[in-house]
């Protein structure tokens, strides 16, 4: 962890402010309860403050100051920080202890850890995409798996409950989502899940994840109860190609934003652009959406090691949607993916 | 829940900007999910501005501005907001919308809403009170069925898994914690689980609480491997002895402060006092963590409706633990205990 610490920082930043979270992970691998009592890791002066019914003991590299109900933790970090400094702040610090420090160090200046460092953990190292890889084939597992369910005359809620009990099953220990969207409620990109029964002739777009390992899951199938109409095939074979070329346009030194555009001209070459009304990925790692971001105007180059999901999709109001996921990582000459279970639309009963 | 948007507010606050959390359901009855999309109701403008993704349709008496990817949700937000204005923020709001907010309205001035509002949602009615019974008596049938498993040769994880699959099995969507911590390690109150094998012999403090029905469980009782020795057994009754005398004490009009106190000096009386290292409890409703504190210095006076945890402790280091822990409301006239399972030291095999 101790060469994470020593990252140098970039200009114009005169230190780091993390709370639990993917960040306090990053540099620690610690992973205490997010609560109303300030726990934060200061850097470059390397100081954790923490509540003293939590400290995590002796730390190599770090000094460790506890402080106890009714103390100030905030004048500690205060006194820590440079006068006119400018720091930046875990994105899900909470306001109540951004406001507070703002107030015990009045002329610091404040930005969001991803606002002004986005890559600080978008470049995965080995094991680290050895760990992605691992949860995504828990993720591959529990689609095969799911195939063989039934989803006619089963809601889905039911069918989302088998999701979370497989992802366990094959080692997640927290599942952040299940999306089981059948027929029209597939068309809301968003849809978690409700009592609708699913029906023979539906399609169901199936997204779920969760962290393994600590580490990130996220693929998208989607699947039709009996046979498509030729419709549903075109709209499905769509996305299929859209997602593949995406897929193939990865490779360092690409900006994330022309793999978005690489999968929209393909859905809008087909007549459904106005129908993809999501960005086409995310970064995933400690967090399952994270830096970097394939959307329009990111123009951060593509780098080895890092890892984000390829999620085309259209929505047609009223009828169903259609979404396909890879996690994908960028090798040194183009890109690998994580979830390599078939793309092909799978019928189910 | 127009009454509740309708509430006045303190003299010298502006608005307030409420993000996803106990706030929001609070108001809205919304639970969409945490991410680095910004969703904000803002008050007393009342609108909400949401992701276009996760557009929650036409809500009564709100106006309800989606954005989409690319478009910017700070400027709409610090649109509404006065230049010199004074807004109070949920709590938990991400750093990154605080700051970025900041940057969209940089002459507004900011309080986190616990700083200024504390008794926002401190004050249950009827309905919510029954909520938090029903959270309460469902962790009470747990702690029952608890008490038949097996303890000895078994590690704190199994006992914990135990505790988390009876609380869901009582009606739990959610389950926050289930501290195990066995012997020596009952003596961090914030010990969480680990794999250390429970012994005969062994104090054990069972901590598990969680949501039903979107309302807070939390209890603890402390049981026994075995007989306990008379020196465990005196110790409990100290415990037992201060969180008795504190409930006692609860009735409208009594500051938060002397609750504690009351648990504080029976403790010390029995020469404990340095080895009670924490609060004596603390709010519970949409949250399980949330005002009024029962801490030295909170001199909020008692309101029938609010709700809490009582939660004394002796803290032996290398040799155990004892807590007690019950959610109690306050009445017209005194308290309710929303945990009803016997205080008695439990025997377990």
Redesign the interface.
């Known amino acids: 962890m101790n060469a994470r610490l020593d990252r140098p920082l970039p200009a114009g930043l005169d230190g780091l402010l993390v709370?639990p979270g993917p960040d306090l992970v990053y540099f620690t691998g610690l992973r205490p309860?997010v609560?109303?009592r300030l726990t934060m890791l200061v850097l470059p002066a390397r100081v954790l403050v923490v509540p003293?019914?939590?400290h995590p003991g002796e730390l190599p590299g770090l000094e460790v100051v506890p402080w106890?109900?009714?103390e100030d933790p905030y004048a500690v970090v205060a006194a820590l920080l440079e006068p006119g400094g400018r720091y930046a702040?875990?994105?899900?610090?909470?306001?109540?202890?951004?406001?507070?420090l703002?107030e015990a160090a009045p002329r610091t200046r404040?930005?969001?850890?991803?606002?002004s460092l986005p890559m600080l953990r978008a470049v995965k190292d080995a094991a680290e995409v050895e760990l992605l890889a691992a949860a995504g084939a828990a993720a591959d597992a529990t689609y095969e798996q799911i195939l063989s369910v039934r989803f006619a005359g089963r809601t889905e809620v039911q069918v989302a409950a088998d999701l979370a009990r497989l992802l366990r099953e094959h080692g997640h220990e927290q599942v952040d989502f299940t999306i089981v969207a059948a027929g029209p409620n597939g068309a809301d990109?968003?849809h978690d899940i409700g009592d609708r029964v699913i029906r023979e002739g539906d399609m169901v777009v199936l997204d779920f994840g969760g962290l393994k390992d600590g580490y990130g899951s996220d693929t998208t199938r989607t699947v039709h109860v009996g046979a498509p109409t030729p419709y549903e095939q075109r709209v499905f074979d769509v996305v299929r190609a859209a997602q593949q070329a995406a897929f193939e346009a990865v490779r360092p030194g690409v900006a994330g934003q022309e793999i978005d555009r690489v999968a929209r001209d393909i859905i809008e070459d087909a007549g459904f652009g106005e129908f993809f009304?999501?960005?086409t990925g995310h970064g995933i790692g400690l967090t399952t959406?994270e830096p970097p971001y394939l959307?329009?105007?990111e123009e951060q180059p593509l780098v080895p090691g890092m890892c984000f999901s390829i999620e085309p999709g259209i929505y047609l109001p009223g009828r169903f949607g259609v979404r396909i996921e890879d996690i994908v990582t960028v090798t040194g000459t183009g890109g690998r993916r994580l979830n390599t279970t078939d793309h092909a639309l799978a019928v189910v009963s």
Do not use: Y
């Not at 702040?89 to 507070?100: E, L």
């Not at 404040?110 to 606002?115: D, I, K, Q, R, V």
């Open positions: 709370t309860p609560t109303e003293a019914l939590e106890r109900d009714g702040i875990s994105d899900s610090a909470w306001a109540m202890h951004v406001i507070a703002q404040w930005t969001s850890m991803t606002g990109p968003h009304i999501h960005r959406h959307v329009r105007g």
